[in-house]
């Protein structure tokens, strides 16, 4: 099944009459899919879904959940954290607090990743974690922090990447037990995520497309990661300029692997890898 | 009067994407889009290693960079790449799709939208059935259909999923695809 852009687009614009949420800036492509995907899902055609979703608000709330894409992982990409923890973490080390928020957090694996190279560089009590997402049923995945073991076990080959070793002295190793912050349970098939790092972040349901600021703080890092990607380039572009806003100066601001800064939104940072300092 | 090249390959297809890589003449006057797979656990390394041979300049490419005749764009190791309509990369963490990531598929099928008939898509030797669906949908647009010849893949298992589900325009070795590509202007 093929949908034409003009289904997209209506399918777009009775979210947006119906609800607060605003699809007309995602990326076009994945989009489309997301929507075939939910369209076979619920073994439904359009004009059936459309009709649903002017009627019934729990399945719509549901749709936007499924709209979102929340793939995530422990320590994704080992070296931006390596580089958080030797290069940008340090920075903020004589700092009386630590904020930062991690925007668009998904099912909560980063925000975890986080709160572990923090503990490990003494900076954990310091340090405030806020987190958000549109999905809320990816923000209660979060709260929960317990994910499933054998499909993710290269969670724990990323651990050892960044925790244990360092890239920067190969002799030196460190044998932190995976169980000081998580529990593995092969049995059931689980990661569990020890109580005093879930107890930390504060986490809330948030649209970058509606932009503002939740949490009413300014920030010292920001996180983003594989989240503008789904977004268009104007999109793309109003979300730089609330993160600009809401840093510190010398604060960074880290994207994922392949999203970039393009246009004239990059005068206010300097580019370090995938790391932006708020100029 | 092509627009692109789109390339599909998996297991086997790394010494024949090198070698059709750097028989290209610098000035390519086409963009080369790569959908490859890769070990599970080799996220690095993979660009560098068809750079070190190839004469067009291969990257793996920002989300929503443009793209330029004459460079290879490679599907960055775990991300979905799409094509948009106005020539720029899409990526994705999007499940895999058929147990890959990046999907053949998927690159091919979005590759097709922006360039309709202007497009040529060749599917190299894999061990599993990607890139069949997206070639279907490419010919289908009037693009041209090139499978390399199962009979030198070292698997042939992609190949002979594409060649069942689309009657292609040539079946090549590699010297053919190749010799295909020189003549392009």
Redesign the interface.
Request: net charge neutral; charged share 25%; aromatic share 10%.
């Given at each position: 099944m093929t949908l034409s852009d003009q289904e997209v687009q209506f399918f777009v614009n009775t979210i947006k009459n119906t609800s607060g949420y605003d699809f007309s800036e995602y990326?076009?492509?994945?989009l489309k899919?997301?929507l075939q995907k939910i369209l076979i899902d619920n073994n439904s055609d359009l004009l059936t879904l459309i009709n649903k979703l002017k009627t019934n608000k729990e399945f719509l709330e549901k749709t936007v959940k499924d709209i979102t894409?929340n793939?995530t992982e422990l320590f994704r990409d080992p070296q931006i954290w390596q580089t958080l923890r030797y290069r940008i973490l340090p920075k903020f080390s004589e700092n009386r607090n630590i904020n930062i928020w991690h925007a668009g957090c998904s099912t909560g694996q980063e925000v975890y990743s986080m709160m572990i190279l923090l503990n490990e560089l003494g900076l954990f009590e310091k340090a405030k974690i806020f987190a958000s997402d549109l999905n809320t049923d990816a923000l209660d995945a979060a709260k929960k922090g317990n994910y499933k073991y054998r499909f993710n076990i290269?969670y724990l080959?990323n651990f050892d990447k960044v925790i244990k070793e360092n890239p920067f002295n190969y002799e030196e190793y460190n044998d932190i037990p995976y169980s000081k912050y998580f529990k593995i349970d092969k049995v059931t098939d689980s990661i569990q995520m020890n109580d005093f790092l879930r107890q930390k972040p504060i986490f809330r349901q948030h649209d970058l497309v509606k932009g503002g600021n939740l949490y009413f703080a300014k920030f010292d890092l920001i996180l983003c990661r594989?989240v503008?990607?789904?977004f268009k380039?104007s999109l793309?572009n109003k979300v730089f300029k609330l993160f600009h806003e809401h840093l510190y100066t010398n604060g960074y601001l880290v994207l994922?692997?392949?999203?970039?800064m393009?246009g004239e939104i990059t005068s206010k940072f300097e580019k370090k890898g995938q790391a932006y300092r708020k100029k | 009067m092509y627009k692109a090249v789109v390339i599909g390959g998996s297991a086997g297809s790394f010494q024949v994407i090198t070698k059709i890589l750097s028989s290209l003449p610098k000035n390519f006057p086409l963009p080369v889009l790569l959908s490859l797979h890769r070990l599970k656990h080799v996220r690095s390394g993979f660009v560098e290693a068809l750079s070190i041979k190839s004469t067009i300049p291969i990257l793996e490419p920002y989300d929503k960079e443009n793209i330029k005749p004459g460079k290879g764009y490679l599907a960055p190791a775990n991300y979905h790449m799409y094509i948009e309509l106005n020539k720029r990369i899409a990526l994705s963490t999007e499940e895999p799709v058929n147990h890959s990531r990046p999907s053949i598929d998927l690159t091919f099928e979005t590759a097709t939208q922006a360039y309709r008939d202007k497009l040529i898509g060749i599917i190299l030797s894999g061990a599993n059935r990607d890139g069949a669906y997206g070639l279907k949908k490419l010919k289908q647009a009037g693009g041209l259909a090139i499978v390399q010849d199962p009979n030198e893949c070292q698997v042939k298992t992609m190949t002979e999923a594409s060649l069942k589900l689309t009657t292609v325009d040539h079946i090549f070795t590699t010297d053919q695809i190749i010799n295909f590509l020189l003549k392009l202007k």
């Open positions: 990326s076009e492509k994945s899919r997301r894409v793939t290269g080959d594989n503008i990607i789904y380039y793309q994922g692997m392949h999203e970039t393009l | -």
